[in-house]
C-alpha cells in the first residue's frame, strides 16, 4: 500500500471513492470483474468498492469475486481495497445463500440480550471476512420512534436510546472481534422520518435538546467504544444546520458537532450519493464536492459508471480551483489508510477459506437466536394450534424490487414449516400490495377452513393487506396474524385476537414461528417498540404476569 505522500492528487481522490458495479449488456456479467469496475479500479484507482445482490450468488462466488477484485487493484494506489456491503440481517441482506444469515436488528432488540448482539455481529463478521469482506454497513443506530418511517422500522433495535445504544455498541465490538469494520448509520439518525431518503430528503424538527437525549445518544455510545466508520445521513436537521442542508452536506453537522462536540476522529462515509435526497437536489457530483468540503472521507457513489467518473473529474477540478483545498484531502485520505492498516488487508495468490461460512454451529447460533426473538403480542387463547384441524396460510411476499425491499425467492415459508407437524396445510401467495382480485381470491379460498393464519408484510402502508385481516377477523374461525416485518402492522386491526411478531420472514424466523404457533416451545421475545398503548415498549404475552 502506497503512502499518501506518495500519490498524486488523482490518487488521492481514488482513495476517496467507493464505487459499485453492474451490468449494462446480456453479455456482461456483474458477478465477476466487468470492464467498468476493472477500470475504476485500475484507470481511476479507487479505494474501495461496494457489493450488492447483483453481484452475490454463494459464498465460492463472493470470494472468488473478491480475491480477483483485490487481485486488480493490487498494483494500484487504491489497493488493497475496502470491500463492503450491507449485510445488516434480516430483511437487509444482500447474500443469504449457504451462509449463517443473521437475525436483524428489531428481532435481536426483541431478545433484549447484549451477547446475542455480540455473538451474531461477531459471526457475521467472521463469515463476511472469510469471503474477503472487510466493511459492514451496519449497524444501525437510528432509533425506531415513528411507527411510520418507510425505511428504517425492523432495521433498527428499537424505540429508546437504551436499547439502541447497549446493542449496537456490542454489534460493533463483534463485527471488531472478527476483524470487519462495523459503520454506525445514518447520523445523527434516521428513525424519525416520514419519507425515504432513497426518493426525497427527509426532515426531522426536533430541538436540539431532544436531539442530544434521544437521536445522538447511541451514536455516542458507539464512538465511545472505539467505532470506525460512521455514515451519515441525508436528512435535513434545522436545530443543526439552519441554511437547510441534509447532514451529509453540513459542516456544522459533520464538522462541528461530529468531529469537534462529539470527538469522532473515524472515516465518515456518505450514504449512496445516487439517493434522490442528494441526485435530484444537488447532483451527485456536486453533491460529492459538498460532501468533503463538510468533512466527509470516504464518497459512496453505488451504481453508474458515467456517474462515478464524473464525479471523480468534479473532485479533481474542485480542488485544482482551489475551492478544496489538497491539505483537506489530505486528512481524508490518512484516516482511509489507517483504517485499511487496521484492517489488515492481505491478497493471497487464491480466494480465503470459506470452509468456516454457514457452518452448523453458526446456523445453530442463528436459530437459537430467532427463537429468542419471537414475541406473541397478544392471546385469547387460541394457541397452540390444534395439528389436526385444516389450516390455510396467506403468505404475503415482495415482487417487485425497491431501494427497502429485495424480491427473494423463498420456498421454506411458514405454511412449509407449519406443514411439518400440522396434518392439512394450504398456503397462497399474495403480493405486498395485493390487487382487488387476489383479496378476493384468497378470502373465498380461505372459507371452510378451521384456521387461519395472515404472514403480514409493512400492512401499514397496504390498505389491501388491513382489508384482508379485517375481513377474516371477523369470520368465525380461527385467526392468527404474524407481522412478517413490522409490528405496527398490529394498529391496522387491534381486534384481532392473536398477533404474533417475527420482525423479518426469513427461514429461520418462520422456523421459529412454527415452532411458537404449534406449541414447540414459548415465544422467547418482547417488544422492542410500543405498538399500541395497551401492547407498550417492554411488554409481550409470552412474559405477562
Not at 481514488?14 to 459499485?20: K, P
Not at 451490468?23 to 474501495?48: C, R, V
Request: hydrophobic share 40%; proline share 5%.
Amino acid at each position: 500500500m502506497k503512502q499518501r505522500s506518495e500519490m498524486s492528487l488523482r490518487q488521492k481522490i481514488g482513495q476517496m471513492m467507493m464505487c459499485g458495479f453492474s451490468t449494462s449488456n446480456e453479455f456482461d456479467s456483474a458477478m465477476k470483474p466487468n470492464k467498468k469496475i476493472i477500470d475504476l479500479i485500475q484507470k481511476h484507482e479507487i479505494g474501495g468498492v461496494i457489493l450488492f445482490r447483483r453481484n452475490l450468488d454463494n459464498p465460492k462466488q463472493v470470494s472468488e469475486l473478491n480475491h480477483e477484485l483485490q487481485v486488480f487493484a493490487k498494483d494500484s494506489a487504491g489497493g488493497p481495497l475496502l470491500i463492503s456491503i450491507d449485510q445488516e440481517g434480516g430483511m437487509v441482506a444482500r447474500i443469504h445463500e449457504g451462509i449463517a444469515c443473521m437475525p436483524g436488528s428489531m428481532a435481536i432488540g426483541a431478545t433484549r440480550d447484549v451477547q446475542a448482539a455480540y455473538e451474531t455481529a461477531r459471526i457475521s463478521g467472521v463469515e463476511l471476512r472469510a469471503m474477503g469482506i472487510n466493511l459492514n454497513f451496519a449497524p444501525c443506530l437510528d432509533i425506531n420512534n415513528n411507527p411510520m418511517n418507510p425505511v428504517i422500522g425492523v432495521r433498527s433495535f428499537g424505540e429508546t436510546a437504551e436499547i439502541v445504544g447497549e446493542l449496537g455498541a456490542a454489534a460493533v465490538k463483534g463485527y471488531q472481534a472478527a476483524g470487519v469494520a462495523p459503520t454506525i448509520k445514518h447520523f445523527p439518525g434516521h428513525g424519525d422520518t416520514h419519507s425515504d431518503s432513497h426518493h426525497a430528503l427527509p426532515m426531522i424538527p426536533h430541538d436540539l435538546e431532544r436531539l442530544r437525549e434521544l437521536e445522538f445518544a447511541p451514536f455516542v455510545k458507539a464512538i465511545q467504544e472505539g467505532a470506525e466508520v460512521l455514515m451519515s445521513a441525508h436528512v435535513i436537521f434545522p436545530a443543526l444546520e439552519p441554511d437547510g442542508l441534509p447532514s451529509t452536506l453540513s459542516k456544522r453537522v459533520l464538522t462541528d458537532l461530529l468531529r469537534g462536540e462529539l470527538g469522532y476522529n473515524g472515516v465518515i462515509v456518505t450514504d449512496c450519493l445516487e439517493m434522490k435526497a442528494i441526485a435530484d437536489h444537488y447532483g451527485t457530483a456536486e453533491g460529492a464536492v459538498m460532501a468533503v468540503e463538510a468533512g466527509t472521507d470516504l464518497l459512496l457513489v453505488s451504481h453508474t459508471y458515467d456517474t462515478q467518473v464524473q464525479t471523480i473529474e468534479r473532485l479533481v477540478e474542485a480542488v485544482e480551483s482551489g475551492r478544496i483545498s489538497e491539505e483537506r484531502i489530505n486528512e481524508s485520505v490518512d484516516r482511509i489508510l489507517a483504517l485499511k492498516r487496521g484492517l489488515n488487508i492481505t491478497v493471497g495468490n487464491k480466494a480465503g477459506d470459506i470452509s468456516s461460512v454457514g457452518s452448523p454451529e453458526h446456523i445453530e447460533l442463528v436459530r437459537e437466536t430467532y427463537k429468542k426473538s419471537v414475541t406473541l403480542v397478544k392471546d385469547e387463547g387460541q394457541l397452540p394450534l390444534a395439528n389436526d384441524k385444516r389450516t390455510f396460510v396467506i403468505w404475503t411476499e415482495v415482487r417487485e424490487w425497491t431501494q427497502i425491499d429485495e424480491v427473494v425467492e423463498q420456498k421454506e415459508t411458514l405454511g412449509a414449516f407449519l406443514a411439518e407437524t400440522v396434518h392439512e396445510v394450504t398456503e397462497e401467495r399474495i403480493h405486498t400490495n395485493p390487487s382487488e382480485e387476489e383479496v378476493e381470491r384468497v378470502l373465498k379460498a380461505s372459507q371452510g377452513y378451521d384456521q387461519v393464519i395472515v404472514v403480514t408484510y409493512n400492512a401499514s402502508f397496504s390498505p389491501n393487506q388491513v382489508r384482508i385481516v379485517k375481513e377474516l377477523a371477523a369470520r368465525d374461525s380461527k385467526l392468527v396474524v404474524v407481522a412478517g416485518r413490522n409490528p405496527f402492522d398490529l394498529k391496522e386491526f387491534p381486534e384481532v385476537k392473536t398477533f404474533l411478531a417475527s420482525y423479518e420472514n426469513r427461514p429461520h424466523a418462520m422456523n421459529a414461528v412454527a415452532g411458537v404457533l404449534t406449541g414447540q416451545f414459548p415465544a422467547g421475545g418482547k417488544l422492542p417498540v410500543t405498538v399500541t398503548p395497551e401492547y407498550a415498549y417492554g411488554w409481550s404475552a409470552s412474559s405477562r404476569s
